[in-house]
């Protein structure tokens, strides 16, 4: 496992989002590369990464790539591969980016699953600086006093013992792509940062996203329910 860099800022803010519950934090991170100017300044490597690679307006999207933003001195590592069994390993490489661009706060952008059905996500963040707990409360999120963490954001609040760490979570109550709870991240995300990023248009392509992921879901139940009367009838 290899971080590759063609650019090293400094004293940048790193922000990451893994998938997790609702793929929030890959959708927000998505989000965040479409409306803020940035460019490609690095990947991360590592063998155990699936064989997998999308393509995305013609173009190939790297499964973990770190991308740069000058006017907010921004650095983003946008995952889009699971990490089930990589936390630890992937963690170390979020501490070692972090040192390598002396870092001075990571991010984390997460989903919480929720059992309680509302019409809106809430959100809470953790931190453990408290400088960076005062700005959130300043910007009334409740803080998450009871909770378990897991996946790589969890790895990461362990292993950057010497880094200021925030994670900012909204609830979700699905486990197929939540882009409203992602909006909530992102809406947050801005008031801390002051980035003036609309979060609205991620809450208008939400209902047709979602609209649309149903109706695949549909179509692939229908060609597995028709694949498997075909295996019936090969069978009598």
Known sequence: ????????????????????????????GEFLLEHLQTEQIGKIIFDEMPAMVAIHEGKVVEPLGIFYNKKYNIVLLHAITASAGMEWKLSDMVVDLSRQLSVKEIICLEGVGSSEETSTSRVFFYSNNEKNKEKFNKIKVDPLKEGIIIGVTGAVLLRAEKTPVSCIFAETHTTLPDSKAAAKVIEVLDKYMGLKVDYKPLLEQAEKFEEKLRGLLSESQKAQDLSEKKKLSYVG
Not at 3 to 25: A, T
């Open 1 to 28: 496992m290899q971080i590759k860099l063609s650019k090293k800022p400094k004293n940048c803010i790193l922000i990451e989002g893994f998938p997790g519950f609702g793929l929030v934090g890959t959708i927000a």
